[in-house]
């Protein structure tokens, strides 16, 4: 299989004509532009580099670059909203809705998600939170659907970093009292970008990881947004998260402005330091937010099919509305650097004010 490469000008042109994005959404991350609307679709159960991926979200909201409108949870893990709220409550910003997959979804276990019970010594949150289980929460598509329905339109950008399961659902549900407008509609209508890790695209010296993990745990549901998702699609494959390991380094030294902070405390109860976790997701929300900055190259265009055992399948073509990432060499230490500066930035407000 040949895997073509265009120069990122290049590649940034031809998407911005294949797929008619409109002037103000070509220019949401320039200086001085509008923030990009962005919905962040998380299975943060399992795995640790959710968790940063949220705080980079924070912090790119704090420079001025992103507005987090809401947050949906695709792993069945009634521990995961909560966790969700107390890192949203961190970093000053409370009240971000946030929606579940319910007892429909991916089961999964954590060794993190458990923080979120933790007391003080005097008896409060250690990471304070006012959402108490996920069974409290509303449904994914519920949110999703109430969120989309009040944007403008070809504005939003959605990361999607776990399972496909919400994202299918959305496509699958019906006008409601938010929009009269099924999912597909709404999305068509709404979205801007689907900014997504999943998959994989690139061999690895020479290896090409057959099986992905976003994708295996609910193929049917990858297989309907694949098929069926009609914004365009960029995908950060297992390939590009794994070549950017996180520095454990950064973890010990660069979140002690905080006791006891969510995103280090998680990170150490997945895999504690030396290790240095793959930053999957935190590759789709850096180009999700920050699309103009040239941090990747782009694949051509093309279609990224989800067979039925799970393998992704690239196929270039004019017309086609998929991508997926490439990271040259000489890109990751400039990628490298922007995720742990923004993953371990403190919490503040635009302008530089403590929440
Ligand atoms: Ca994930």
Not at 1 to 18: E, K, N, S
Not at 64 to 71: F, P
Not at 309 to 328: C, E, K, M, Q, V
Request: charged share 20%; net charge neutral; aromatic share 8%.
């Amino acid at each position: 299989m040949q895997w073509g490469i265009l120069p990122m000008a290049a590649a940034a042109t031809a998407f911005a004509l294949a797929f008619s994005l409109d002037s103000s959404s070509a220019r949401a991350d320039d200086a001085g532009a509008e923030a990009v609307r962005l919905i962040f679709d998380t299975d943060i159960c399992g795995d640790c580099d959710d968790v940063l991926a949220l705080g980079m979200i924070h912090a790119l909201q704090s420079r001025g670059h992103c507005r987090l409108l809401a947050v949906t949870v695709s792993a069945d893990n009634d521990q995961a909203a909560p966790f969700v709220d107390a890192v949203n409550t961190f970093y000053g910003r409370a009240d971000i809705p946030i929606g579940v997959v319910g007892k429909r979804g991916v089961v999964e276990k954590s060794a993190f998600l458990s923080l979120v019970d933790e007391k003080d010594a005097s008896g409060r949150d250690r990471y304070p939170h006012d959402l108490r289980s996920g069974r409290s929460a509303p449904s994914a598509t519920e949110v999703l659907r109430r969120t989309l329905a009040a944007q403008p339109d070809h504005s939003v950008v959605i990361a999607q970093v776990g399972f496909f399961t919400n994202l299918a659902r959305l496509l699958d549900s019906p006008a409601d009292a938010h929009s009269p407008l099924d999912g597909r509609e709404l999305v068509r209508r709404k979205v801007r970008l689907l900014s997504l890790m999943a998959g994989s695209f690139t061999p690895i010296e020479g290896n090409l990881r057959d099986l992905e993990y976003n994708v295996v745990r609910d193929v049917p549901s990858a297989r309907i947004v694949a098929a069926r998702w009609p914004t365009p699609m960029v995908y950060s494959g297992f390939e590009i998260g794994i070549a950017l390991p996180y520095p454990a380094v950064s973890i010990e030294r660069d979140y002690r402005y905080a006791p006891h902070h969510p995103l280090a405390d998680a990170y150490i109860r997945r895999n504690p330091p030396p290790h240095n976790r793959p930053t999957w997701d935190l590759t789709s929300v850096l180009y999700g937010v920050l699309a103009a900055r040239n941090y990747f190259d782009l694949s051509p265009a093309g279609t990224i099919a989800v067979e039925e055992d799970g393998h992704t399948r690239f196929t270039a073509s004019s017309g086609g509305s998929h991508r997926y990432l490439i990271l040259r060499p000489d890109q990751k230490p400039r990628v490298l650097e922007a995720l742990v500066q923004l993953s371990s930035q403190p919490p503040c407000r635009a302008g530089g004010s403590r929440p």
